[in-house]
């Protein structure tokens, strides 16, 4: 029954019998899409006097925008940082792999390497729309090799940078160019590197903060040059101090530029950051808060050993290990100051919106935002991306009331549905 | 006239539904006959609405052959804007039926030009065959749709500018800014709600009582304009007993009384006894 195609030929769906998340609320609604993106039916019913083709019946669902993942350094066996002459097929594999977490675009991350591997990695990839391949290509997420030694992390040291000669250009000649790059992590107490934060915000680029020893004030003024992510909060960075809050205390700081938000990722995998941490952040600053995996290769893979970058990791349950530092099984609980180094984690995006929201007691509202219109508003695609809103892409993901995806959608297509 | 008095709004917007539903059925409307049916907007018939779209969901009633015109709607207010008559009709009727948009009327208050917009409409409403039954409300000041006291009791569509009184019961859709509510509306007029072959007006509520004294114990008058409807051969108003606050008491237990009969009237009809 379409349209009087005063506007447009194209065929009309209608998701009806489900729950919609729209202005911060789950409202029971239809939501219409047309040509890959989301209808206004109130226009579509006075302006064109037209109404659905067709009719997709969601049983009751939950439907989200589909969740954006802005640090992912492979998983399935495939590792991004490994300089392959086939980058693109293992970026395609991971895409489609990420749709059945409920993921429909994502920024594939490089964690610290050598000039030689960006420059042969990062021409073979670019921002790219998602669909039936798999989720789409928000561009590249450059963690590193500007980042301070002390909080290296699972980062290889001898590929670590500073900035020499006139800041950019020691990045320009690390990267080997800048495009298809959305965003970079480095330390802000680097020499240099105020000046680099500037440049690369003037030309679109998100710039995070992380491993780094950065007090408060280098912070931000880091910000105040247009920095506006930190990288993984908590990890790889000085612990909160009172006197001297570090990195953290930008959650809080009153020298945030007004009409800006600083974003903060958080590794909601239950190992990464206790609970109760997670809920300080949380209580703090709850609407910077955007859930990463920060997964690795061995994402989807039995335990075992692997390689990540230039390192090789061991995977005992849902913990990551530099391998050969300490062998035997540590539960998280203890101190782990000295023992293990976590380098990534193997939890997918929908586990990490489960977990968020169990241990944070936040809303169903807020958990799903915080995978979707969070990172959406911190990459600037909110108009776009990341939220329902009439004229949005059409990105969704339907999951029953405990958060489970049922099914992925792009363009307004199923792109995974969950088997029987 | 007939008056039908129940206990409170949720069963007089539950009559009232049920009324509209079973006239559908009655007249079986087909792709060659359309039913034609007059809507107002308001708090009123809100309640009469969730009914309707109840009886939609449940698979008694389709409005696939129904013709819908709205009684009116608001000058220059974006049609997007929440509070437009559009936005009203869309959210809480049109959005939850089967009705085909193309015969769902409402004029168009943005329109370049406004008098033709409403001869246009009084045209569509001819070329509809008339409406068979018209469903309002009535303003505390006994207006019908815009016909504000004042307004000719035989006119047609036509722009209006609104009185103060309806500006101020209308406020509190706009933040209680009385700067923010559109002072013009275009309305169907008295007479063309009177071409109808009936006319149901919904009353609920203490604050409508002295409309609805004004407008059916005392004489026609077009200071209250709904008192036209005593001229009219087929008027139904139903109200909650709130609404018969200013009423006589032998107004209110005559109407009663009849009503009694009519139930037991009804039980006899096999298809049609869902009314009551």
């Not at chain 1, 429909?104 to 390497?113: A, D, G, K, R």
């Not at chain 1, 909110?382 to 792009?410: M, P, Q, R």
């Not at chain 2, 019961?169 to 072959?197: E, I, S, Y």
Request: proline fraction near 4%; charge should be negative.
């Amino acid at each position: 029954m379409p349209s009087n195609k005063s506007v447009s030929d194209a065929a009309i769906t209608q998701f009806i019998n489900c729950r919609i998340l729209r202005d911060h609320r789950l409202q029971r609604d239809d939501l219409w899409v047309r040509e890959g993106k989301v209808l206004d039916p109130e226009k579509l019913f006075f302006d064109e006097k037209g109404y659905a083709d067709k009719l997709v019946d969601c049983e009751g669902s939950i439907i989200a925008p589909g969740f954006i993942d802005v640090q992912i350094n492979g998983g399935y066996g495939i590792d991004f940082s490994q300089a392959s002459d086939d980058v693109s097929s293992g970026v395609s594999f991971v895409a489609k792999k990420i749709l059945q977490h409920g993921v429909t675009s994502f920024c594939p991350t490089l964690v610290t390497s050598p000039p030689a591997v960006y420059h042969k990695v990062l021409p073979q990839i670019k921002v790219s729309d998602g669909g039936e391949h798999g989720a789409g290509v928000l561009g590249f997420h450059l963690e590193g090799p500007f980042i301070s030694v002390e909080k290296k992390g699972a980062h290889p040291e001898q590929f670590l940078r500073t900035f020499q000669s006139g800041g950019i250009e020691d990045l320009m000649e690390a990267y080997g160019g800048l495009d298809n790059i959305a965003m970079v992590t480095l330390a802000p107490e680097l020499g240099g590197s105020q000046s680099v934060v500037k440049e690369l915000c003037q030309r679109g680029i998100t710039v995070s903060l992380g491993h780094s020893v950065a007090n408060l004030s280098q912070a931000e003024e880091a910000v105040h040059h247009g920095a506006s992510f930190i990288t993984h909060l908590f990890n790889a960075m000085l612990p909160f101090h009172h006197r001297d809050p570090g990195i953290v205390g930008l959650l809080t700081s009153d020298q945030v530029p007004a009409g800006r938000t600083v974003y903060y990722g958080m590794i909601a995998d239950g190992i990464h950051t206790n609970p109760a941490a997670l809920r300080i952040a949380h209580r703090a600053h709850p609407s910077g808060l955007v859930l990463v995996t920060d997964a690795i290769t061995a994402m989807g893979l039995p335990p075992g050993r692997h390689t990540l970058g230039q390192q090789v990791i061991e995977i005992q349950g849902l913990h990551a290990y530099v391998a050969g530092l300490n062998a035997a099984y540590q539960p998280p609980t203890t101190c782990s100051a000295c023992t293990k180094t976590l380098c990534g984690s193997i939890a997918t995006m929908d586990m990490c919106v489960r977990h968020f929201k169990h241990a944070s007691g936040c809303s169903v509202e807020e958990a799903l935002e915080a995978a979707s219109l969070h990172p959406a508003k911190l990459l600037g695609i909110s108009h776009k991306k990341g939220n329902l809103d009439y004229g949005s892409d059409a990105d969704l993901v339907l999951l029953d009331d405990a958060l489970n995806v049922e099914a992925t959608f792009i363009s307004g297509e199923e792109v995974w549905r969950k088997g029987p | 006239m007939r008056l039908v008095i129940l206990d409170d709004y949720d069963l007089a917007s539950e009559w009232a539904a049920k009324y509209i539903r079973n006239r559908i059925i009655q007249f079986k409307p087909s792709a060659e006959r359309y039913f034609t049916l007059g809507l107002p907007t308001g708090s009123t018939p809100y309640g009469c609405y969730k009914k309707l779209i109840e009886f939609y969901r449940s698979g008694d009633i389709s409005f696939k052959y129904v013709k819908t015109f709205n009684m009116d709607e608001y000058v220059g207010l974006p049609r997007a804007h929440p509070e437009s008559y559009h936005s009203y009709m869309w959210n809480n009727f049109f959005k939850h039926i089967d009705i085909d948009p193309a015969n769902a009327h409402i004029l168009d208050g943005n329109a370049e030009d406004l008098e033709t917009e409403c001869q246009a409409y009084e045209q569509k409403i001819a070329e509809a065959g008339g409406i068979e039954l018209f469903v309002g409300g009535i303003g505390p000041d006994g207006h019908i749709a815009f016909n504000e006291p004042g307004s000719s009791l035989v006119s047609r569509t036509r722009v209006k500018t609104l009185a103060k009184d309806t500006i101020v019961a209308n406020a509190r859709f706009f933040g209680n800014d009385l700067n923010k509510v559109p002072t013009m509306a275009l309305t169907v007029g008295v007479g063309t709600v009177m071409d109808a072959k009936e006319v149901m007006i919904l009353i609920t509520g203490a604050h409508k009582a002295f409309a609805l004294y004004k407008a059916i114990e005392e004489g026609v008058n077009h200071m209250w304009t709904v008192s036209a409807f005593q001229q009219h051969p087929r008027t139904i108003f139903v109200c909650d007993e709130d609404a018969t606050l200013e009423l006589r008491v032998k107004t209110v237990k005559y109407f009663k009384g009849t009503n009694n009969n009519n139930r037991c009237m009804y039980k006899t009809l096999e298809v049609y006894c869902k009314t009551f």
